[in-house]
């Protein structure tokens, strides 16, 4: 049951904005303000936005295409060059940053040449004490968070977007592909093809909440736990697709997917358990 009062007060700071341009992903978040935003402000007051790049996977940009199409949300797509930059291309710590500053530098050009009065994001009330250098780069380009001021829980808005009749509300997490390197290996457009090929072949397979992690030739798997059980009878299928995508073999995280994996190993040696999956030739 969602508060009458988070509810209230998300329309407070929707209305308070008055027209908006909204970093839009595809992804939960974005696709409920989005919606929300529609329905309070109206399509003209509205302008969902997703960057376009390789660390993107081409799946959540169709995705975002579609539900706006479907739900009349003003869609855009820019092209964003964070490649480019060095800084990100090293793959450090905070790469999020370099990644986020692009971005919304970007959507702030639009929402200045287009008479949009803020540009937000789909930050919620979860997202709140994780390693986040983008909430950063949000800070420094005047981004508002409407989910996050509001205190709207994951929960709370898959619930709400369910009410909405949103197809992504019990869609899983999806960062970017880059997020899938471990820091301080670089981020190039093969790596990112390798993880989005294999990643790709596994929700064939009809796997749903994991993640394909690069460590140079070898994929790190990681499955959630309550799917963990089938890994043993696609464990083929599973090893030819990741071959497929470029990897010389697969290992298994006996830990299973688990939100900020990427960040566990930041100021301390990374501890993991792993099992292969297929042979080792």
Same mark, same amino acid.
């Given at each position: 049951?969602?508060?009458?009062?988070?509810?209230?007060?998300?329309a407070?700071?929707?209305?308070?904005c008055?027209?908006? =341009?909204?970093?839009?992903? !595809?992804?939960? #978040?974005?696709?409920?303000?989005?919606?929300?935003?529609?329905?309070?402000?109206?399509?003209?007051?509205v302008?969902?936005?997703?960057?376009?790049?390789?660390?993107?996977?081409?799946?959540m940009?169709?995705?975002?295409?579609?539900?706006?199409? *479907?739900?009349?949300?003003?869609?855009?797509?820019?092209?964003?060059?964070?490649?480019?930059?060095?800084?990100?291309?090293?793959?450090?710590?905070?790469?999020?940053?370099?990644?986020?500053?692009?971005?919304?530098?970007?959507?702030?050009?639009?929402?200045?040449? *287009?008479?949009?009065?803020?540009?937000?994001?789909?930050?919620?009330? #979860?997202?709140?004490? /994780?390693?986040?250098?983008?909430?950063?780069? @949000?800070?420094?380009?005047?981004?508002?968070s409407?989910?996050?001021?509001?205190?709207?829980?994951?929960?709370?808005?898959?619930?709400?977007?369910?009410?909405?009749?949103?197809?992504?509300?019990?869609?899983?997490? @999806?960062p970017?592909?880059?997020?899938?390197?471990?820091?301080?290996?670089?981020v190039?457009?093969?790596? %990112?093809?390798?993880?989005? @090929?294999?990643e =790709?072949?596994?929700?064939?397979l009809?796997? *749903?909440?994991?993640?394909?992690?690069?460590? !140079?030739?070898?994929?790190r798997?990681?499955?959630?736990p309550?799917?963990?059980?089938?890994?043993?009878?696609e464990?083929a299928?599973?090893?030819?697709?990741?071959?497929?995508?470029?990897?010389? *073999?697969?290992?298994? /995280? %006996?830990?299973?997917?688990r939100?900020?994996? %990427?960040?566990?190993?930041l100021?301390?040696?990374?501890?993991?358990?792993?099992?292969?999956?297929?042979?080792?030739?």
């Amino acid at each position: 049951m969602i508060a009458d009062a988070k509810r209230e007060r998300l329309a407070e700071i929707l209305r308070e904005c008055g027209s908006v =341009v909204i970093g839009y992903s !595809g992804g939960v #978040d974005s696709v409920f303000l989005a919606r929300v935003a529609v329905e309070l402000l109206g399509p003209d007051r509205v302008l969902a936005v997703t960057g376009k790049s390789d660390s993107i996977a081409s799946w959540m940009e169709d995705i975002a295409r579609e539900v706006a199409g *479907r739900f009349g949300i003003p869609w855009l797509e820019v092209e964003t060059r964070e490649m480019d930059d060095p800084r990100y291309a090293a793959n450090p710590s905070n790469r999020c940053y370099f990644c986020k500053s692009e971005l919304w530098g970007r959507l702030r050009a639009v929402a200045q040449e *287009r008479g949009f009065a803020a540009v937000l994001d789909g930050s919620n009330a #979860d997202d709140v004490g /994780d390693h986040r250098p983008g909430a950063v780069a @949000a800070g420094e380009n005047a981004v508002r968070s409407p989910l996050l001021e509001a205190g709207l829980t994951k929960d709370e808005i898959r619930a709400w977007s369910r009410e909405l009749g949103l197809p992504t509300w019990d869609q899983p997490a @999806a960062p970017c592909l880059a997020s899938r390197l471990p820091y301080g290996l670089a981020v190039t457009p093969r790596r %990112l093809r390798q993880v989005e @090929a294999a990643e =790709v072949a596994l929700r064939a397979l009809g796997f *749903r909440d994991f993640r394909v992690r690069h460590h !140079g030739e070898v994929a790190r798997l990681e499955v959630h736990p309550a799917e963990a059980g089938r890994v043993a009878g696609e464990r083929a299928r599973i090893d030819e697709a990741v071959r497929a995508a470029g990897f010389r *073999r697969a290992l298994l /995280d %006996l830990q299973g997917y688990r939100r900020g994996a %990427l960040n566990e190993g930041l100021g301390e040696g990374e501890m993991v358990r792993l099992v292969q999956i297929g042979s080792a030739a």
